[in-house]
């Protein structure tokens, strides 16, 4: 039995990384790294293509790579586990840890965390955009996106409506910093990457992930990287420093294997902050922009 499920389990791998394979030449992709884990079993890792458009570089899983917004489910695990230390409650509002933040006295950390505080993302505005298409290997501070978003106006009153926002998770970040007096890297290493034996993951202190990399590769618009469309651009060496503590980690994907389970089943949080996590709640947003 334990026989013909491993060949069920590589026919199956076979035939997806021929369907990966195939979706990405028509999307001018050179390179992915996929793992597929199911039913407690150790994951397949798949590493399929170049790490440079060049092909003179196989993918290798070791490789890291940027894990953009899946970096919020480790800003929220970090956020919970300084809430089960008391060091943290959810009730309590951004002014009393961070200042300079809109209506930072009627935000809650648990807004932030469920995208109701009705913050502005900055990398929706023209004139920031424009600022990082000027100088792409910038290392934006946390305090630097703070201060593009506090000229914005609101996506709606806080608690009051859901509007995905980076702003949210830099935010969250700063308030853990403020809260403990360590540096948001050493908290993501204490609290999360320690624990979990994530030895290939952290919060990207330069442009580029540390090596073992591939070069990186997106589709953008006309004679601009940034933002989608169907332009192929090298963007190797760029910082995506301006998605915030929310959007800038790397990964491994042996490492994500074990760190997405572990943080989306809560399961190094306490009871009650794994309510609070995988409690669902409907946004009711309608919306095609989740900026």
């Known amino acids: 039995v334990a026989l013909l499920a491993l060949i069920a389990s590589s026919t199956a791998a076979e035939t997806l990384a021929v369907a990966l394979e195939c979706r990405m030449e028509k999307m001018r992709c050179p390179g992915a790294l996929v793992g597929i884990a199911a039913g407690g079993q150790p994951a397949t890792v798949l590493a399929l293509g170049n790490a440079d458009a060049d092909g003179n570089q196989s993918m290798r899983p070791d490789m890291r790579m940027r894990i953009g917004s899946v970096s919020k489910l480790f800003v929220g695990a970090v ?33 932030l965390g469920r995208h109701t505080s009705g913050l502005a993302c900055p990398i929706w505005n023209h004139d920031f955009q ?15 996106l703070l201060e593009r978003a506090a000229d914005l106006p609101m996506h709606h009153e806080p608690g009051r409506g859901w509007h995905y926002s980076n702003t949210a998770a830099t935010v969250a970040g700063l308030i853990a910093e403020s809260a403990t007096g360590e540096p948001y890297d050493r908290l993501l290493a204490k609290l999360i990457c320690e ?3 994530l030895r290939s993951t952290g919060l990207c202190g330069q442009p580029a992930p540390p090596e073992p990399t591939p070069n990186a590769y997106r589709h953008g618009r006309g004679d601009r990287w940034l933002g989608y469309g169907e332009t192929f651009c090298d963007v190797t060496g ?33 009871e ?20």
Request: aromatic share 6%; hydrophobic share 40%.
């Open 79 to 111: 956020v919970l586990r300084l809430v089960d230390q008391g060091v943290l409650s959810l009730d309590d509002t951004v002014a009393k840890h961070v200042e300079g933040v809109s209506h930072g006295d009627e935000i809650t950390i648990r807004m």
């Open 130 to 144: 424009a600022e990082i298409l000027a100088d792409p290997q910038k290392q934006w501070s946390a305090r630097a």
């Open 195 to 197: 624990p979990l034996g």
């Open 238 to 270: 760029y910082s995506a420093s301006w998605a915030g503590i929310g959007g800038n980690m790397y990964s491994t994907i042996r490492d994500l294997n074990v760190a997405t389970l572990s943080l989306a089943t809560g399961r190094l949080l306490s």
């Open 272 to 291: 009650k902050s794994r309510s609070e996590l995988l409690a669902w709640r409907d946004s009711a947003w309608k919306g095609t922009d989740a900026g």
